[in-house]
């Protein structure tokens, strides 16, 4: 007897993909990100990070917290925690020198190495000048570029109030993180007594904590919002092939169309607490978000002045969203890369994946 037609499914099973294998599919090649906070100013950082909504359909986000402090690490709410060197330090922190630090992650390699697997942007943040997140980062960088991880660091550094010792801690600590770090983001904790001078000194730093959630959620929007990914993971690795230092900046506006897309350019560029002169810039991705209403004029308008802010010469790629939500307002995002850090020799990898 000659059976009837096959089912649809039947015809999915015999000549294509069936639509849970493709769903299955879809989850296995998401884009991974993962948030590491390095030491107590990291972990501080991701703390109130993980409060924020990360959601996209697109990327998989998560986040680590690792430290030398067992206390410490015990009151971070992340479901992912490492208590680096615990035969080294007993839990009880690095004392403030970057060689344990360094140490005690290095003794903790198979659970980094674990953290890492099948992450395609390792985002580490981190304060320079102390012990653990110093010394440990830079390890933690070269683990995640031996898995050809994108890396992104994201660090403070210390008011001089603190002392030449930490300064000097944070600057051998910053020339070994950047080796491993497609770009590194400096924030200058100096800048408090600018922005936030009568304010509390804890309200201070929270202020500077957002700041920098601020250019970490800007970066994960860049490389996560539409169903365009690996072309926008495409783009985001051009601008990093430099090396170098980098700049963030995110800005709002919803004036006027004769104003808004300048004004979000102006406030995307007046970051308090970025270090480096985009002026400097090799790269640059661009980011240009508004409701239907966003007109050619003024995307042209946005190119032209950040263009004008970059090195001449400067590899730039411009990206524009259509977002109803919204209403007439304007979003700008820019990463700046390729800076060369002043008075530094510095080379740039021919082969950022390899780990001399």
């Known amino acids: 007897m000659i059976s009837g037609n096959p089912s649809i499914d039947e015809e999915e099973e015999n000549y294509g993909t069936s639509k849970e294998k493709l769903t299955e599919l879809v989850e296995e090649n998401k884009l991974r990100i993962k948030i590491f906070g390095m030491g107590g100013a990291g972990s501080n950082t991701i703390k109130r990070m993980v409060n924020r909504s990360f959601n996209s359909p697109y990327c998989e986000i998560s986040f680590a917290a690792a430290n030398t402090d067992a206390s410490h690490l015990s009151k971070i709410g992340v479901k992912e925690k490492i208590v680096l060197g615990k035969q080294l330090t007993k839990g009880r922190g690095a004392g403030a020198d970057p060689q344990v630090g360094n140490a005690a992650a290095r003794e903790s390699q198979t659970e980094i190495e674990k953290s890492l697997d ?145 004004e979000a350019c102006e406030s995307a560029l007046n970051s308090p607490f970025n270090s480096s002169e985009i002026s400097q810039a090799r790269g640059l991705l661009l980011s240009i978000s508004g409701d239907d209403t966003l007109t050619v004029e003024e995307r042209e308008k946005a190119m032209k002045f950040m263009k004008d802010k970059v090195s001449p010469g400067a590899n730039i790629i411009v990206r524009q969203e259509t977002d109803n939500t919204f209403k007439g307002k304007v979003k700008i995002i820019f990463f700046a890369t390729g800076i060369i850090p002043e008075g530094e020799e510095f080379h740039i990898r021919k082969d950022k994946h390899e780990i001399s």
């Open 118 to 262: 099948r992450v395609k942007i390792a985002i580490i943040v981190t304060g320079l000048g102390g012990g653990t997140g110093t010394g440990s980062s830079p390890f933690l960088a070269m683990k995640a570029k031996e898995r050809n991880s994108i890396v992104i660091g994201i660090a403070s550094l210390p008011m001089a109030s603190e002392g030449k010792k930490r300064m000097e801690n944070a600057r051998k600590g910053e020339s070994e993180l950047i080796q491993f770090c497609d770009s590194l983001i400096l924030f200058e904790n100096d800048r408090i007594r600018k922005y936030a001078p009568r304010e509390l000194f804890n309200v201070a730093l929270e202020f500077a904590d957002s700041i920098m959630m601020n250019a970490i959620e800007g970066l994960i929007e860049s490389v996560s919002k539409s169903a365009t990914v690996n072309t926008e993971l495409s783009d985001l690795e051009k601008i990093l092939e430099l090396g170098g230092l980098g700049i963030f900046g995110v800005g709002i506006s919803d004036s006027s169309p004769e104003q808004r897309v300048m």
